[in-house]
């Protein structure tokens, strides 16, 4: 099934069961946000909200809410996408050749970007942003976002579609300093690829264009936030993927999508910020106002029947973790063509994915060592941490493809392997005054952190405990302790002040560790706020811990030692507290959650969805 835009998408869902519509009215501030993360929660279908209160326009959300819908959604674009995203070395030349490569089942002629005649698509109307659904997503956030946009510019120096990028970056349409109607705040990084574009613009001395396409075929979405192949442009993916060109035109300069629900142009211009946020992000925590390019509107269309698609962000997992299942699962191999020696990279979702890389690679190095270390690994691991996305990692466990079939999807299985094996006195690695993720407050700065590297192979070194060693009983100011999975243990302390107070009580902590012993089972020790919520679940243990510490900072060890410039120890502890210089963690508000009741009611339009 290919669609021809996002009405017809609606439609096939519902037809399959996929989809419900609210009939209700609901509220855009906090409610629509409160009541997709409750759907999602309970693995539900997606949600057409058919009135939304202060808007004329619909609204849907969830739609790639789960990893089957989204394959769902894409069933017969699905295998030829697959093919040509397998083509790395160049992928166009299954659009220049298609008889050659006949078995990705590509057609040129419908990949390709089409351009239209005639300026503004028939059916388009011109609109204002306040007529567009408001939707404020956490009672902290600055304003109400779009957050499935599809971004596009184009390289001042190269114009037209195929030197063109497009992304998802959120759009704050209301609150903070914008002028109502007339500016909006862009949120994007600046190597992004409209990062690089407004930067060769600003050599011009001249404005950027820049579209902001909303909603259109599903298709459409998904291209914005895709790792593709260099040479294949997002544009012709958001063809290949729909089974259908992306119809295009141009009005006063600004690229118009024929298919899009909603446009809206305008002009970033050099030097101009705007404060941007707070807005509840991916980590799970608000990331808080920085300044960041306000876009000036220039016009904003809709068509006719136009749905605004949007989706809800928070602590993991959430919509958007399903997208990453579906690029794992349409990049396939791709990393392992880009670094050699990969065979596995999980960027784990519970951790906020950035936070925690897992990564398996080949060890080739070691037959001709007398005894098994990491190696070529090492290599590997410095390169997954320059490549791409993966360079905002804190955090890499990386072992060797050896004789035990492992995954790095099974998480307490990796983890429990890499701890029998590594060695505390050789096999940690730290990268101090790095980069890591802006929306990460755990660092010393924004986009200012480090990274560690934690590697093993060979044999197993140890027996992991599974029971929490008598030792930790008897510590003075420090207590709780409660099993997280083997070999690791959540120790409850008093709460962070500051670094110079840490480092003391750290260095009392281990002194009392040592002298009660030494723990060979337990390699790693989680300072937190409160043992019984890092024990409680896994993934409470791999949000908190990899959210809220800084490697450099916050990683201290008994009968720690630097020699020749290695730190070394006997036991990892992780301060995994909180820290103040760290965003708020996002909480719902209890009166929208006793609100929004009346839908999940016995009887009620979602009251089969109680989890």
């Given at each position: 099934?290919?669609?021809?835009?996002?009405?017809?998408?609606?439609?096939?869902?519902?037809?399959h069961g996929h989809l419900i519509r609210i009939h209700e009215e609901v509220d855009p501030l906090l409610e629509m946000a409160a009541i997709h993360l409750k759907v999602y929660e309970a693995g539900g279908p997606a949600l057409l909200?058919?009135?939304?209160?202060?808007?004329?326009?619909?609204?849907?959300?969830?739609?790639?809410?789960?990893?089957?819908?989204?394959?769902?959604?894409?069933?017969?674009?699905?295998?030829?996408?697959?093919?040509?995203?397998?083509?790395?070395?160049?992928?166009?030349?299954?659009?220049?050749?298609?008889?050659k490569y006949i078995g990705t089942g590509l057609a040129a002629r419908k990949a390709l970007p089409l351009k239209t005649l005639g300026g503004v698509p028939a059916g388009f109307e011109e609109i204002q942003i306040s007529d567009l659904p408001q939707i404020k997503h956490w009672q902290g956030d600055g304003g109400a976002f779009v957050t499935l946009p599809q971004v596009y510019s184009e390289d001042p120096d190269k114009p037209g579609i195929m030197n063109s990028n497009l992304g998802m970056y959120r759009i704050q349409l209301s609150g903070n300093e914008y002028e109502v109607n007339k500016e909006v705040g862009v949120h994007y990084q600046i190597h992004r690829g409209i990062g690089i574009h407004q930067s060769q613009a600003n050599k011009r001395g001249e404005p950027l264009k820049v579209s902001c396409f909303i909603g259109g075929p599903p298709a459409h979405t998904l291209s914005a936030v895709m790792p593709l192949p260099e040479g294949l442009s997002e544009m012709t993916f958001a063809g290949l993927l729909a089974g259908r060109h992306f119809r295009y035109s141009y009005v006063d300069g600004f690229c118009i999508s024929a298919d899009a629900d909603f446009v809206i142009t305008g002009e970033i211009h050099p030097g101009e910020t705007k404060p941007e946020g707070p807005f509840g992000d991916h980590l799970g925590y608000y990331s808080l106002v920085h300044p960041f390019p306000v876009?000036?509107?220039?016009?904003?269309?809709?068509?006719?029947?136009?749905?605004?698609?949007?989706?809800?962000?928070?602590?993991?997992?959430?919509?958007?973790?399903?997208?990453?299942?579906?690029?794992?699962?349409?990049?396939?191999?791709?990393?392992?063509?880009?670094?050699?020696?990969?065979?596995?990279?999980?960027?784990?979702?519970?951790?906020?994915?950035?936070?925690?890389?897992?990564?398996?690679?080949?060890?080739?190095?070691?037959?001709?060592?007398?005894?098994?270390?990491?190696?070529?690994?090492?290599?590997?691991?410095?390169?997954?941490?320059?490549t791409g996305q993966l360079s905002l990692a804190k955090y890499l466990f990386i072992t060797a493809e050896e004789d035990r079939a492992i995954s790095t999807h099974n998480v307490v299985d990796f983890l429990t392997y890499i701890l029998e094996r590594i060695d505390l006195h050789r096999d940690i690695h730290f990268q101090t005054n790095t980069t890591i993720d802006t929306l990460d407050y755990s660092g010393t700065g924004m986009n200012s952190g480090s990274k560690v590297i934690f590697a093993a192979v060979g044999e197993q070194?140890?027996?992991?405990?599974?029971?929490?060693?008598?030792?930790l009983s008897r510590l003075q100011g420090f207590g709780e302790a409660r099993m997280v999975m083997p070999g690791v243990v959540a120790l409850q302390g008093p709460a962070f002040i500051n670094y110079k107070e840490a480092q003391q009580q750290l260095r009392s902590l281990c002194t009392a560790i040592e002298e009660q012993g030494p723990l060979p089972s337990l390699p790693m020790i989680i300072l937190c706020d409160d043992s019984g919520f890092m024990s409680g679940t896994l993934n409470n243990f791999l949000w908190a811990t990899f959210t809220r510490s800084n490697p450099s900072h916050d990683i201290y060890g008994v009968n720690s030692v630097v020699e020749n410039k290695h730190w070394s120890c006997d036991n990892v502890i992780i301060?995994?507290?909180?820290?103040?210089?760290?965003?708020?963690?996002?909480?719902?508000?209890?009166?929208?959650?006793?609100?929004i009741e009346r839908l999940f009611a016995k009887g009620a339009i979602l009251g089969g969805l109680r989890k």
């Open positions: 099934m290919t669609y021809r835009n996002l009405e017809e998408c609606i439609i096939d869902l519902e037809k909200f058919e009135n939304v209160k202060g808007s004329k326009y619909r609204a849907v959300s969830n739609l790639f809410g789960t990893i089957e819908r989204s394959k769902f959604i894409f069933r017969d674009t699905w295998d030829s996408s697959q093919n040509v995203i397998a083509l790395r070395n160049d992928p166009m030349k299954a659009l220049k050749q298609p008889f876009m000036k509107v220039h016009k904003v269309y809709a068509k006719k029947g136009a749905i605004f698609p949007f989706t809800v962000v928070g602590r993991p997992p959430q919509e958007d973790t399903a997208f990453g299942e579906l690029i794992h699962e349409l990049t396939g191999g791709a990393v392992k063509q880009e670094i050699p020696g990969v065979k596995e990279v999980h960027a784990v979702d519970a951790s906020g994915v950035h936070p925690l890389l897992f990564a398996i690679g080949s060890e080739r190095y070691t037959p001709y060592q007398q005894l098994k270390q990491p190696a070529e690994i090492l290599t590997i691991a410095n390169r997954i941490l320059g070194k140890r027996n992991l405990c599974t029971e929490v060693p008598e030792v301060d995994a507290r909180t820290k103040p210089h760290q965003a708020p963690p996002l909480i719902p508000d209890p009166e929208v959650e006793r609100h």
